[in-house]
């Protein structure tokens, strides 16, 4: 197996840090623990797992913390993990074939992000940047850090799917932790817009600080920030934002203007499942609403590549399909479509159903 240092900082992760720690010391991971000035039990439960733990003082730039980190891996291969994040599922032998297989490239692996909703729990998955060669890339940014090429600085790099999933507990909690946490957030981003005010990323990521405490509005003036700068759709964040500006629009109503600015685009996002949702929301909300277009997108939606794995890809449209078809009378594939939803446990669809008798 080729040898691979498991990098992850944190402070003050004592509810998280074993959780995180445990599954990984039966693969043999090296694992570095970098902490940047936990004033709880962190470091004392981190070190029944590993003797790799460092100091690092915090300068408000995780990038910082994330490249310390690397330099302090044993091994020119490493996996970075958050402390809210724990592996469920790996597969070594396909990790290291696919590393053999693009041995330049940057491995994704698999994030199933659970949150609350209106009091229930919700998951969506997706895709993030974490297995790489550290003398072939490092971090950028203060704050939400990118992987960056090391000698060319860019994010435009080969990514490949590993077979590698992890729990994200990060995006639950009260909606008075999750403004705390936008709060925290935005001090550093506002400080990088400052420096960098041509870079989209940074309002980019701003409207997603808002978007976590459904503020709406404001996630709408940021995006549409971003969107007024040059952009490159091949980037993965550019794809994101793409669904979130939509969303931000479809519900500060704004579906006509969501609408004439990505009907024209849609090529350049299309086959994901969540974009084509995404379009579907917007026919689905005009006046009058065209929901034969919508249908078509959740259509889409529904046998979009699995880039997005089973998940958001299979319970939202489904569920959208319910809508459609209730709204068109027909009842009976309404019923069938929730019931499609609600078996992969969709808070929307089990209500509905719920509403229905059913």
């Known amino acids: 197996m080729i040898p691979i240092s498991v990098c992850i900082i944190g402070k003050n992760e004592e509810k998280n840090i074993e959780k995180c720690l445990a599954p990984l010391v039966p693969y043999g991971f090296e694992i570095i623990y970098v902490d940047t000035g936990s004033t709880d039990r962190t470091k004392e439960l981190a070190a029944k797992y590993t003797d790799h733990i460092y100091d690092f003082e915090w300068i408000g730039d995780f990038s910082a913390a994330r490249n310390f980190s690397l330099k302090k891996a044993s091994h020119n291969y490493v996996l970075v993990l958050d402390c809210d994040e724990f592996l469920t599922e790996i597969d070594l032998d396909a990790i290291e074939q696919a590393i053999n297989e693009h041995p330049h490239g940057v491995g994704l692996l698999l994030r199933i992000n659970y ?21 072939q890339y490092h971090y950028c940014f203060s704050i939400h850090e990118q992987v960056v090429d090391a000698k060319t600085g860019s994010t435009l790099y080969e990514c490949y799917d590993i077979p590698l999933t992890v729990d994200h507990v990060g995006y639950a909690g009260s909606m008075e932790d999750k403004r705390i946490k936008a709060e925290r957030n935005n001090e550093l981003l506002f400080k990088e817009i400052e420096k960098h005010p041509d870079n989209p990323y940074f309002y980019f990521q701003v409207g997603q600080s808002y978007n976590l405490i459904n503020d709406y509005e404001n996630s709408y003036l940021y995006y549409k920030k971003a969107f007024a700068l040059p952009l490159n759709p091949e980037e993965l964040w550019v794809q994101v934002m793409a669904v979130a500006f939509i969303n931000a629009m479809t519900h ?20 994901t499942a969540d974009f084509h949702c995404s379009m579907g929301n917007i026919y689905l909300n005009q006046k009058p609403a ?16 699995n880039y997005r794995e089973e998940g958001s890809n299979t319970y939202i449209p489904y569920y959208n399909m319910g809508l459609v078809n209730e709204m068109l009378g027909n009842a009976e594939a309404a019923v069938n479509f929730y019931q499609k939803s609600a078996a992969y446990e969709y808070p929307l669809a089990v209500d509905r159903l719920a509403a229905l008798g059913i």
């Open 290 to 305: 065209q929901p034969l277009k919508a249908m078509m997108e959740y259509v889409k939606a529904s046998q979009a590549p």
């Open 115 to 135: 949150s609350d909703s209106n009091r229930k729990k919700t998951f969506s998955p997706d895709r993030v940047e974490r297995l790489f060669h550290k003398r």
């Open 252 to 271: 500060t109503g704004r579906s006509d203007e969501a609408l004439e600015i990505f009907e024209p685009i849609a090529h350049l996002f299309a086959g």
